[in-house]
């Protein structure tokens, strides 16, 4: 049985929510969002983010601005949009529902 | 030793080994053919990866190593991975779920000294507005003329709102449907200039350096004098644009009837097209004279304002087609108006004349008084003097007035006569009889006394017609007549002079009508007895 297929959607859909509640803390571009999931080992290669990012972005939850940057060309800063907290949200709560639920799979 | 070649990515520039290159180049090759299908959106992700690529190459460049070797590309595309590594299942449900968040929210005001006329602040409002920068040029002009207020509020808003200085800013100003590509263009473009600069600048030797500082000089001035040019021809499309809008406006009014817009000009009150053309009414041709004047009138104006339109938004674009076609309509328009007017030309030339004679109911009266009576009732009269005419205006009723011209003869039978004869220019033969009927002199008998209006008042509209009367009263001789004073105000410059002048002044003194015209009763009596 093929399990990739569904890493990779239990990988994506983590990564999203994680996304999210990073820029829910601050505005960041791509390369402290990289570093964050890194620093936790949610990501194993970097492009992975640019596609979700891109997809965040065009389905409303994310938006960016250009920033200024003292080294190199200007960055694109990512920020969180009023839907995309809503998301957050509603992400949050089923994560919650998720893990117990799991984990009371899992300890029977 | 390895060839090195220069790259551009992620707004950065590299010097790379060859063969480094060649591996990247792989790479980016296969996440540009994988994200192909998703257009724009895989566009903007390959942008933000060279953006991330470069940034991961600036790492690997040190102090002693300035170029990017192999090794360092395989580090990076270890690092972001390889596009079957990507947690990433296509996105193709979600193609049409497009982006609809608010670019104003990113958008700042600054002034664009980039396609300035002056501060830029227009320009900026456009790119902040999303809306082309011409409306706020317009308005400042517009608000310019009230009290100056478009000028305080330019300057004010040339002091307040910063210039939009870097790239990014220059993108916020503009908002942000912006693609990477944009901004990279932008600093790529700044990035060239600064190294071509330095590249200028490292060529050593003074003779060079001199060289490059007159170059310098030459361009600084050049820039200045493009800018002085750039903004006369702003100058003029504004100027151009505001002409042919105001004349169209005006035609528009005058075609639509708003007569008045020429304000207290009694001359020009009455001239709107349909009126001046009536001069051509009775021709038939009256439409196709509309026409050709509408058109005459219409193409310059419409020209104008295109031309105004292009120099501002500085269109190239040459519609030669419809330039010649519109001037060959012009010409054709002309010549047909041309022609027009020397057809109608003998009746447009003639002066009308209508005579009405009216014998007064005679009794013997043994005098008859004639008195002029004044039918202004007290109105304002303003003359004005147009060329040789001369028009009598009343504001309160809008009509002109112009006085008749009287002269006093010997009847052939008995009777007594008043015969008005009306003169009217410019209404050609076909409806003469109409454009008589509509002046009107009121004249008016009472028992022995005959009154004549001071004044032939003409609807203000009909001043085309340049119409006068002409009164003639035919006195029977021996008829015994008393003027009052103010005839003389009305009498034919001869017999003003003969019975008028300070000398021999005939009113208010019996005369009566001889073969010679008027004489006082005393001295035909006198004369009289001395023949007996």
Same mark, same amino acid.
């Given at each position: 049985? /093929?399990?990739? !297929?569904?890493?990779?959607?239990?990988?994506?859909? &983590?990564? =999203?929510?994680?996304?999210?509640?990073? $820029? +829910? @803390?601050?505005?960041?571009?791509?390369? /402290?969002?990289? !570093?964050?999931?890194?620093?936790?080992?949610?990501? &194993?290669? =970097?492009?992975?983010?640019?596609?979700? $990012? +891109? @997809?965040?972005?065009?389905?409303?939850?994310?938006?960016?601005?250009?920033?200024?940057?003292?080294?190199?060309?200007?960055?694109?800063?990512?920020?969180?949009?009023?839907?995309? @907290?809503?998301?957050?949200?509603?992400?949050?709560?089923?994560?919650?529902?998720?893990?117990?639920?799991?984990?009371?799979?899992?300890?029977? | 030793?390895?060839?090195?070649?220069?790259?551009?990515?992620?707004?950065?520039?590299?010097?790379?080994?060859?063969?480094?290159?060649?591996?990247?180049?792989?790479?980016?090759?296969?996440?540009?053919?994988?994200?192909?299908?998703?257009?724009?959106?895989?566009?903007?992700?390959?942008?933000?990866?060279?953006?991330?690529?470069?940034?991961?190459?600036?790492?690997?460049?040190?102090?002693?190593?300035?170029?990017?070797?192999?090794?360092?590309?395989?580090?990076?595309?270890?690092?972001?991975?390889?596009?079957?590594?990507?947690?990433?299942?296509?996105?193709?449900?979600?193609?049409?779920?497009?982006?609809?968040?608010?670019?104003?929210?990113?958008?700042?005001?600054?002034?664009?000294?980039?396609?300035?006329?002056?501060?830029?602040?227009?320009?900026?409002?456009?790119?902040?507005?999303?809306?082309?920068?011409?409306?706020?040029?317009?308005?400042?002009?517009?608000?310019?003329?009230?009290?100056?207020?478009?000028?305080?509020?330019?300057?004010?808003?040339?002091?307040?709102?910063?210039?939009?200085?870097?790239?990014?800013?220059?993108?916020?100003?503009?908002?942000?449907?912006?693609?990477?590509?944009?901004?990279?263009?932008?600093?790529?473009?700044?990035?060239?200039?600064?190294?071509?600069?330095?590249?200028?600048?490292?060529?050593?030797?003074?003779?060079?350096?001199?060289?490059?500082?007159?170059?310098?000089?030459?361009?600084?001035?050049?820039?200045?004098?493009?800018?002085?040019?750039?903004?006369?021809?702003?100058?003029?499309?504004?100027?151009?644009?505001?002409?042919?809008?105001?004349?169209?406006?005006?035609?528009?009014?005058?075609?639509?009837?708003?007569?008045?817009?020429?304000?207290?000009?009694?001359?020009?009150?009455?001239?709107?097209?349909?009126?001046?053309?009536?001069?051509?009414?009775?021709?038939?041709?009256?439409?196709?004279?509309?026409?050709?004047?509408?058109?005459?009138?219409?193409?310059?104006?419409?020209?104008?304002?295109?031309?105004?339109?292009?120099?501002?938004?500085?269109?190239?674009?040459?519609?030669?087609?419809?330039?010649?076609?519109?001037?060959?309509?012009?010409?054709?328009?002309?010549?047909?108006?041309?022609?027009?007017?020397?057809?109608?030309?003998?009746?447009?030339?003639?002066?009308?004349?209508?005579?009405?004679?009216?014998?007064?109911?005679?009794?013997?009266?043994?005098?008859?008084?004639?008195?002029?009576?004044?039918?202004?009732?007290?109105?304002?009269?303003?003359?004005?003097?147009?060329?040789?005419?001369?028009?009598?205006?009343?504001?309160?009723?809008?009509?002109?007035?112009?006085?008749?011209?009287?002269?006093?003869?010997?009847?052939?039978?008995?009777?007594?006569?008043?015969?008005?004869?009306?003169?009217?220019?410019?209404?050609?033969?076909?409806?003469?009889?109409?454009?008589?009927?509509?002046?009107?002199?009121?004249?008016?008998?009472?028992?022995?006394?005959?009154?004549?209006?001071?004044?032939?008042?003409?609807?203000?509209?009909?001043?085309?017609?340049?119409?006068?009367?002409?009164?003639?009263?035919?006195?029977?001789?021996?008829?015994?007549?008393?003027?009052?004073?103010?005839?003389?105000?009305?009498?034919?410059?001869?017999?003003?002079?003969?019975?008028?002048?300070?000398?021999?002044?005939?009113?208010?003194?019996?005369?009566?009508?001889?073969?010679?015209?008027?004489?006082?009763?005393?001295?035909?009596?006198?004369?009289?007895?001395?023949?007996?």
């Amino acid at each position: 049985m /093929d399990f990739e !297929n569904a890493k990779a959607q239990m990988r994506k859909g &983590v990564l =999203e929510f994680c996304i999210l509640s990073i $820029l +829910s @803390r601050s505005d960041a571009y791509a390369t /402290d969002i990289l !570093n964050k999931l890194k620093e936790s080992k949610l990501i &194993v290669v =970097e492009g992975t983010l640019y596609p979700l $990012l +891109s @997809r965040q972005k065009n389905a409303g939850l994310l938006s960016y601005r250009w920033e200024e940057s003292s080294q190199g060309p200007p960055r694109k800063y990512y920020v969180l949009t009023d839907k995309g @907290r809503e998301a957050l949200k509603e992400l949050e709560s089923s994560w919650r529902e998720l893990i117990d639920a799991v984990d009371s799979i899992l300890r029977k | 030793m390895k060839k090195t070649v220069q790259i551009h990515i992620g707004g950065r520039h590299f010097h790379i080994d060859e063969d480094a290159f060649r591996n990247l180049n792989h790479y980016l090759d296969s996440l540009k053919s994988h994200f192909a299908s998703e257009g724009e959106t895989g566009k903007e992700i390959i942008e933000d990866i060279e953006q991330r690529i470069a940034e991961l190459l600036e790492g690997k460049i040190t102090e002693t190593k300035q170029a990017i070797s192999i090794e360092d590309v395989e580090q990076v595309i270890a690092t972001l991975g390889k596009v079957e590594d990507f947690v990433y299942t296509g996105e193709k449900e979600e193609t049409g779920d497009h982006v609809t968040y608010d670019h104003r929210a990113n958008r700042r005001f600054y002034r664009d000294e980039e396609s300035n006329y002056i501060g830029g602040v227009a320009a900026g409002l456009g790119a902040y507005f999303d809306i082309d920068p011409l409306w706020f040029r317009l308005a400042f002009v517009g608000l310019a003329f009230v009290h100056g207020l478009g000028v305080l509020l330019y300057a004010i808003l040339w002091i307040v709102v910063p210039r939009a200085r870097t790239t990014a800013e220059k993108l916020q100003m503009r908002g942000m449907p912006v693609t990477l590509s944009t901004i990279k263009e932008s600093v790529n473009a700044e990035y060239d200039k600064f190294r071509s600069n330095l590249d200028n600048l490292s060529k050593s030797g003074t003779a060079e350096r001199t060289r490059n500082a007159f170059e310098n000089l030459l361009r600084a001035v050049g820039l200045i004098f493009i800018a002085i040019f750039k903004f006369i021809i702003g100058t003029i499309g504004v100027i151009f644009l505001v002409l042919g809008s105001i004349f169209l406006a005006g035609m528009i009014l005058v075609l639509l009837g708003f007569t008045n817009i020429f304000g207290h000009f009694a001359m020009w009150n009455g001239i709107d097209l349909p009126q001046f053309s009536h001069m051509f009414a009775n021709s038939g041709h009256y439409y196709a004279i509309v026409i050709c004047l509408v058109v005459l009138v219409l193409i310059p104006i419409v020209a104008l304002i295109y031309w105004g339109i292009k120099i501002l938004f500085n269109i190239r674009s040459q519609h030669r087609g419809l330039r010649a076609f519109v001037l060959t309509a012009w010409i054709l328009a002309l010549i047909l108006f041309i022609t027009l007017v020397i057809l109608n030309g003998p009746s447009y030339g003639l002066e009308t004349s209508g005579k009405q004679s009216v014998r007064i109911e005679q009794k013997t009266y043994p005098r008859i008084y004639l008195s002029v009576r004044d039918n202004t009732g007290n109105k304002r009269i303003t003359q004005y003097r147009v060329f040789d005419h001369r028009f009598n205006y009343s504001e309160w009723d809008e009509a002109l007035y112009s006085k008749p011209e009287l002269s006093l003869v010997q009847s052939e039978d008995e009777g007594l006569y008043l015969s008005v004869e009306k003169f009217a220019n410019n209404v050609g033969m076909k409806h003469s009889q109409e454009f008589l009927d509509r002046i009107n002199y009121h004249w008016e008998q009472q028992d022995s006394v005959i009154y004549i209006d001071r004044y032939l008042a003409i609807d203000d509209e009909d001043f085309w017609m340049f119409a006068r009367v002409h009164v003639n009263l035919r006195i029977p001789e021996n008829q015994v007549v008393i003027l009052s004073g103010d005839v003389c105000d009305l009498l034919e410059n001869d017999q003003h002079y003969r019975y008028c002048d300070r000398d021999t002044v005939l009113t208010g003194k019996p005369c009566i009508m001889t073969k010679n015209g008027l004489v006082l009763q005393e001295k035909a009596n006198a004369r009289l007895n001395r023949n007996n």
